[in-house]
């Protein structure tokens, strides 16, 4: 089952931030996790600095571009073999398509994406971008972006809690599929 957004994030944070050196080996999946996560994001960066609408189909085959770039990028620095390098993309695609379909297809119904219609997931508020900094394109409390710097810590506990909910739900589906 394909990674979904709190995965992903986590991924993105173990493979991008954890302070590792460059050739720490990981698992495939998480491998996949972290692309997709930051594939996505510079697919949503790259969109809305065009301001143009395009297909679901279309967006989902740039997301897998990006994707597979992240994970060449990952794979030479982290020493991945071909063959990992390989099943990591397959799963960065799998994942990216996923979170977009979660988000612009199953969250919003969108017909198509369209960056002036519809926010970017949340997720990547703190990471910066047009839309997560002060004066940035979306409202908020705070001139633009997402709101005062001292409600950082409650949004984090706030996905904390989100990412643990869907870690317990996938393990129930687990368990259900297994009885």
């Known amino acids: 089952m ?6 992903s994030h986590d991924a993105y944070e173990q493979v991008y931030t954890n302070g590792q050196p460059n050739e720490a080996k990981f698992s495939h999946e998480l491998l996949a996790g972290g692309a997709a996560f930051a594939g996505f994001k510079a697919f949503e960066d790259h969109q809305r600095k065009e301001g143009k ?10 997301l897998a571009g990006f994707a597979g770039a992240e994970v060449d990028k ?13 099943r990591a ?3 960065a695609k799998q994942n990216a398509e996923h979170m977009y379909d979660e988000h612009y ?7 198509q994406y369209h960056p002036e219609q519809y926010r970017p997931h949340e997720r990547y ?18 001139g633009g972006g997402y709101g005062r710097p001292e409600n950082r ?3 984090r506990e706030e996905r904390r809690e989100e990412r643990r909910e869907e870690r317990e ?3 129930e589906e687990r368990h259900e599929r297994r009885w």
């Open 2 to 7: 394909p990674f979904g957004w709190g995965e």
């Open 53 to 62: 609408p395009v297909s679901h189909q279309f967006a989902k085959e740039l």
């Open 74 to 86: 990952l794979a030479e620095t982290k020493g991945e073999d071909w063959f990992d390098k390989e």
């Open 89 to 91: 993309k397959h799963e």
């Open 105 to 111: 297809v199953r969250g919003y119904g969108a017909e």
């Open 125 to 142: 508020e703190q990471y910066g971008g047009p839309y997560g900094q002060p004066g940035g394109q979306y409202g908020g409390e705070y």
């Open 153 to 155: 810590e409650e949004r």
């Open 169 to 171: 739900e996938r393990r």
